[in-house]
């Protein structure tokens, strides 16, 4: 299961690296909100995929549960930057995207690295 794991974490970081783009088309073309929103809810389901793959890597191997904690933070962090989106509060919006990237490569170096992954997450 760890690597399904790792598997949705490169995949969560693909997402949130795609969403400015489609930002930028929601600036420069009329059909760039479909874009954008659609990017919104692919890292809002990648995200809980995260979330379902950190339980079921740490469930049955009974290793750290700090995976889970991780994945939970980014969820909420997600909800926060869609509602922020919504609402059209770009000062915020645009800085926790980037907060977003950041922390989603930070995860996905420790878990490409097993010996950084078996000390701060329990994953090796």
Excluded: C, D, E
Aim: no cysteine.
């Amino acid at each position: 299961m760890a690597t399904f794991l790792r598997v949705t974490i490169a995949l969560q970081t693909l997402a949130v690296f795609l969403a400015p783009v489609t930002a930028g088309l929601l600036l420069t073309t009329p059909g760039g909100h479909v874009l954008h929103s659609a990017s919104a809810y692919t890292v809002f389901v990648v995200a809980m995929v995260h979330v379902v793959a950190a339980v079921l890597a740490w469930r049955p191997g009974g290793g750290s549960a700090r995976p889970i904690l991780h994945a939970a933070v980014f969820l909420v962090l997600v909800l926060t930057q869609v509602a922020l989106g919504i609402a059209h509060v770009k000062t915020v919006h645009v800085p926790l995207g980037v907060l977003l990237f950041g922390i989603s490569l930070l995860r996905l170096a420790q878990v490409r690295n097993p010996t950084t992954a078996a000390r701060t997450s329990g994953l090796a």
